[in-house]
T-cell receptor
C-alpha cells in the first residue's frame, strides 16, 4: 500500500534560520505530490504542489520543495523562517486523477524568536 | 465567504447516539471528499463523490458510517451508534479538476 512518511514530528528552529521538513513516499507509479499547512484553529491550506514538469516548485511565501524520483522524496525547505511560519505541515500524495490524497502524520514547525 | 463550510464545528455526544455532519463545498466544485483526522495524525481518506455519485469508500468507513450528496451540492456524513473511537475531526474538501483541493475547517466530534 502507498504511504507517506514524515520522520520528524516536531522541528524547532530559531527565527531567520533555514529549515527542511522531510517527506518520503512509497509508490511504484507516478504520483502527484503536495504540501499542506495547517495554522492553529484553521483548515488545511495548499502550500505547493508537484504535478509534472520542473522538479523544483515554489510557494508565494518563500517555501520550496524538490521532487526526487530516485529517492522518492519531496522535502520542503525555506532559507529563512519567520515566527508566522509556526504551524503543522503535512505532506501528501495522490496516485491518480481521483486526487484522493494520502497524508503523512505531519511535522510541527515551531519557530522561536 | 465562498470557501468550504462545515457544520457543526463541534459536536459532543454520548456513546450510542447518531450524529450528522454537513459540508457545503465551493459552488462550482463537482468533487467532494471526506477525511478523518485524529490527534497527532494526518487526515485519512474516508470517501469521495463526483457530483452525486459516491465513487469510492475507504475500509475505514464501517457500516455505521454513511455519506450522501443527494443533489451534487452539499453532502452529509452520518455516524450511527457512535463509539468513543469515532472521536476525531471530520474534514470535508472540494475540488474542481485542474484546480486546487480546498478544505473546510472541520467538524470535531467528541464521543463521551
Amino acid at each position: 500500500a502507498q504511504s507517506v512518511t514524515q520522520l520528524d514530528s516536531q522541528v524547532p528552529v530559531f527565527e531567520e534560520a533555514p529549515v527542511e521538513l522531510r517527506c518520503n513516499y512509497s509508490s511504484s507509479v507516478s504520483v502527484y505530490l503536495f504540501w499542506y499547512v495547517q495554522y492553529p484553529n484553521q483548515g488545511l491550506q495548499l502550500l505547493l504542489k508537484y504535478l509534472s514538469g520542473s522538479t523544483l516548485v515554489e510557494s508565494i511565501n518563500g517555501f520550496e520543495a524538490e521532487f526526487n524520483k530516485s529517492q522518492t522524496s519531496f522535502h520542503l525547505r525555506k532559507p529563512s523562517v519567520h515566527i508566522s511560519d509556526t504551524a503543522e505541515y503535512f505532506c501528501a500524495v495522490a496516485m491518480d486523477s481521483s486526487y484522493k490524497l494520502i497524508f503523512g502524520s505531519g511535522t510541527r514547525l515551531l519557530v522561536r524568536p | 465567504d465562498t470557501g468550504v463550510s462545515q457544520d457543526p464545528r463541534h459536536k459532543i455526544t454520548k456513546r450510542g447516539q447518531n450524529v450528522t455532519f454537513r459540508c457545503d463545498p465551493i459552488s462550482e466544485h463537482n468533487r467532494l471528499y471526506w477525511y478523518r483526522q485524529t490527534l497527532g495524525q494526518g487526515p485519512e481518506f474516508l470517501t469521495y463523490f463526483q457530483n452525486e455519485a459516491q465513487l469510492e469508500k475507504s475500509r475505514l468507513l464501517s457500516d455505521r458510517f454513511s455519506a450522501e450528496r443527494p443533489k451534487g451540492s452539499f453532502s452529509t456524513l452520518e455516524i450511527q451508534r457512535t463509539e468513543q473511537g469515532d472521536s476525531a475531526m471530520y474534514l470535508c474538501a472540494s475540488y474542481l479538476p485542474g484546480g486546487e483541493l480546498f478544505f473546510g475547517e472541520g467538524s470535531r466530534l467528541t464521543v463521551l
